[in-house]
T-cell receptor
Framework: AQSVTQLDSQVPVFEEAPVELRCNYS??????LFWYVQYPNQGLQLLLK??????LVKGINGFEAEFNKSQTSFHLRKPSVHISDTAEYFC????????????FGQGTELSVKP | NAGVTQTPKFQVLKTGQSMTLQCAQD?????MYWYRQDPGMGLRLIYY???????DKGEVPNGYNVSRLNKREFSLRLESAAPSQTSVYFC????????????????FGSGTRLTVV
């Protein structure tokens, strides 16, 4: 069975600082990986995805993530955060044989302070 | 350009009452999903429908039933609500039930905030 672990439940950071949100997954087969963002009182919005190919994936709002198969990680990074990046971020995984089901991590609350 | 529409947005139920959460998508997606979101637990899959006419249990199906009414609509029913079902419920849809190189994951609705007292 697959699982996703987001290593930090809360990440406080000052505006314009870099940030990394960590995600590790476990799966015995090849996977698809996703990061979603949830702004307060809203649904989830896709930030970026890894399906295949280049291990460095760029998404919206200046975020990027790197797929590391040997470490089973998919960490999310942004070189300089804004107040508007304050939100909850979810890592999710789906393997090729699960009929499209996404398994989500517990979420990381990013709080950007001025 | 509605995407995934969930109704109602908010609901308060008394223990033992029943209700149906409605979800409809207008993107001609094959697959639909119901998740619940609880603090510190992320999103957990309740039920899903890989295609019209099929439904399957997810991680936390107990206390819920679903109906895939047609390709557009996928409803979630609580037959006898319990306080443990207080949560935010999200419906999502996806164009493929069997993945694909262009698969982009899900489109989510805006959620239903349910409180059971």
């Amino acid at each position: 069975a697959q699982s996703v672990t987001q290593l930090d439940s809360q990440v406080p950071v000052f505006e314009e600082a870099p940030v990394e949100l960590r995600c590790n997954y476990s799966s015995s087969v090849s996977v698809y990986l996703f990061w979603y963002v949830q702004y307060p009182n809203q649904g989830l919005q896709l930030l970026l995805k890894y399906l295949s190919g280049s291990t460095l994936v760029k998404g919206i709002n200046g975020f990027e993530a790197e797929f590391n198969k040997s470490q089973t990680s998919f960490h999310l990074r942004k070189p300089s955060v804004h107040i508007s990046d304050t939100a909850e971020y979810f890592c999710a995984v789906s393997d090729y044989n699960q009929g499209g089901k996404l398994i989500f991590g517990q979420g990381t609350e990013l709080s950007v302070k001025p | 350009n509605a995407g995934v529409t969930q109704t109602p947005k908010f609901q308060v139920l008394k223990t033992g009452q029943s209700m149906t959460l409605q979800c409809a998508q207008d993107m001609n997606h094959n697959s639909m999903y119901w998740y619940r979101q609880d603090p510190g637990m992320g999103l957990r899959l309740i039920y899903y429908s890989a295609s019209e006419g099929t439904t399957d249990k997810g991680e936390v199906p107990n206390g819920y039933n679903v109906s895939r009414l047609n390709k557009r609509e996928f409803s979630l029913r609580l037959e006898s609500a319990a306080p443990s079902q207080t949560s935010v419920y999200f419906c999502a849809s996806s164009p493929r039930g069997d993945r694909g190189r262009n698969w982009y994951g899900y489109t989510f609705g805006s959620g239903t905030r349910l409180t059971v007292v």
